[in-house]
């Protein structure tokens, strides 16, 4: 069950390996692979965090704001980029057995797609983030970004 406090795990310091797909609509395009960090903080006493990530290689920052909806034990992820400078439409979904999934509709390239965020193996230390698109409504799926967070040397959850 989904709780304001599932992402509690996520406060603080992170380093961050991420790892793009050069084109997020085709599965034979190639991995990139690079560093950046994370801060999260919490707000509504948990029930809100907001992270900013930054990512040197792409010269680009990332926002995401999320959000607790006790009536429907459901969150909202809602994405911001320095580079387009607007807010993507959001994701909604849960956590359930230590595994959040969460689902939006948007577009890429002119194309309609469906998101996916997955969150797994989430501890104290470590957590792990992962994209992925459909074009056919969900039948199928493309992961295209995966993030894999570590707590700085010497750092515990802030």
């Not at 580079?83 to 959001?90: A, E, K, M, V």
């Not at 459909?134 to 010497?154: A, I």
Request: charge should be negative.
């Amino acid at each position: 069950m989904s709780s304001p406090h599932d992402f509690d795990f996520f406060h603080g310091d992170w380093e961050v390996r991420h790892r793009r797909r050069t084109g997020f609509l085709d599965p034979d395009s190639a991995w990139t692979e690079f560093p950046g960090t994370s801060h999260c903080r919490p707000l509504f006493d948990g029930a809100a965090n907001i992270d900013e990530v930054d990512m040197p290689r792409l010269s680009a920052k990332g926002v995401t704001l999320r959000l607790f909806d006790p009536a429907t034990e459901r969150w909202s992820l809602n994405w911001a980029s320095s580079l387009s400078g607007t807010l993507f439409p959001p994701v909604f979904g849960r956590f359930e057995d230590g595994r959040g999934e969460f689902y939006g509709d948007d577009t890429y390239d002119g194309a309609e797609v469906r998101v996916r965020f997955v969150w797994s193996g989430v501890c104290a230390e470590s957590a792990r983030w992962e994209q992925a698109f459909s074009v056919d409504g969900g039948d199928t799926w493309l992961t295209n970004w995966v993030m894999e967070f570590t707590r700085p040397s010497g750092t515990t959850a802030g």
